[in-house]
């Protein structure tokens, strides 16, 4: 079956950077493209950004444009976010996601993903 699995999150000062890593298997990973996700306490499940399957089309939420990077390594199955210049608002848990079809373009809403990894936490300090 379809595994995600998250590593990277930590805790950092405002201003600092982590970088997520996504690894994936059970399927063709280069066929699909990648959401990343996040969730801070008392709120909704939110967009960060998508990458399609290719990598040649990608998505960001306003909030993180300028400062996320997605992308991706097909030959190690595995989805990055790259974060720079974080802020305490971005205290979350972070979560990658997978559609399920083929061949998609970068996908902003959850509803679209059917396989999430069980989240890192990443906590920005002021």
């Known amino acids: 079956q379809v595994q995600l699995v998250e590593s990277g999150g930590g805790l950092v000062q405002a201003g600092g950077s982590l970088r997520l890593s996504c690894a994936a298997s059970?399927?063709?990973?280069?066929?699909?493209?990648m959401g990343w996700f996040r969730q801070a306490p008392g709120k909704e499940r939110e967009f960060v950004a998508a990458?399609?399957?290719?990598?040649?089309?990608?998505s960001y939420a306003d909030s993180v444009k300028g400062r996320f990077t997605i992308s991706r390594d097909n030959a190690k199955n595995t989805a990055y976010l790259q974060m720079n210049s974080l802020k305490p608002e971005d205290t979350a848990v972070y979560y990658c996601?997978?559609?399920?079809?083929?061949?998609?373009?970068?996908?902003?809403?959850?509803?679209?993903?059917?396989?999430w990894g069980q989240g890192t936490q990443v906590t920005v300090s002021s």
């Open positions: 996601a997978g559609p399920a079809n083929q061949n998609s373009p970068p996908l902003a809403h959850a509803g679209a993903y059917d396989y």
């Open positions: 059970g399927r063709t990973f280069s066929e699909y493209g």
């Open positions: 990458i399609s399957w290719s990598g040649r089309s990608i």
